[in-house]
């Protein structure tokens, strides 16, 4: 049985620029070509983000760091729909889709002077948004009687209905019964509806959240709600007594 031994030559050539407004971070490109025997070059390309202490190199030529997941330009547009539809959404298409994804850049290092485009950098995990300078954008929240126990054994539904209805930042607003297997005593409808609020109500939030010390402050959102009532249920006497 013949064997043969190929010779395989890789160049890698790296460029990178600074990100405007975030010193520790770089934006690059890569071309990489591979020439193995007689064969014409293969030749690759990408862009993306990275530490500026931690640049591209043979070896790591896609990093993969903790400093940079989650950055990218994205559109005006889809900042401003995951603030009136939250992380995910239906679509036109009628599949969920990710409202901040729509308008993202597969190409940071040529669209890095872009002046239609905004950086920002996402949790995922989360479902938070920041902007180049570490403040946090609204995301829009799905209520519900899960996490937020906007239900009848904490409100009065009438008058939280009469409320809310008026609001600018309640959307989709409606009021259906809890699934049985999750009702007890006096807890059998809840409201449903999407909070939507603006830039300064969001970092009010936000910033209480983090004032917990907690490992995941994201998740006390409901909490921060109520407390700082948010919604003006508290004010109208719409908030029942502590069970």
Known sequence: MASKTFTTTTT?????????????????????????????????????????????????????????QGWFFTTQASVEAVARYGWTCMGESRE????????????????V????????????????????????????RGVDYIDWRVDNGHYDLDK???VLSKRSDIHDLRREPIPYYNQDSGRTET??????????????????????NVHYPSTRFPYAVDKLDLWGLARAGAKKESR
């Open 12 to 68: 890698l050539k790296v460029e990178t620029k600074p990100v405007p407004g975030v010193p520790e971070l770089l934006v690059y490109r890569c071309e990489r070509e591979a020439q193995t025997g007689r064969r014409k070059p293969k030749r690759s390309s990408w862009e993306g983000f990275c530490p500026v202490k931690k640049p591209p190199s043979p070896g790591n030529e896609k990093p993969s760091l903790k400093e940079d």
């Open 96 to 111: 969920w889709v990710y409202p901040l994804h729509e308008g993202m850049s597969k190409t940071p290092f040529t669209d």
């Open 113 to 140: 002077g872009r002046k239609d485009l905004v950086l920002v950098r996402a949790e995922g995990g989360g479902c938070m948004v920041f902007d180049r300078k570490g403040k946090a954008l609204p995301v829009a």
């Open 160 to 162: 939280a209905v009469e």
């Open 191 to 212: 409201l449903v509806f999407t909070w939507a609020p603006d830039v300064r109500t969001y970092r009010r939030a936000w910033k209480w959240c983090q004032g917990l």
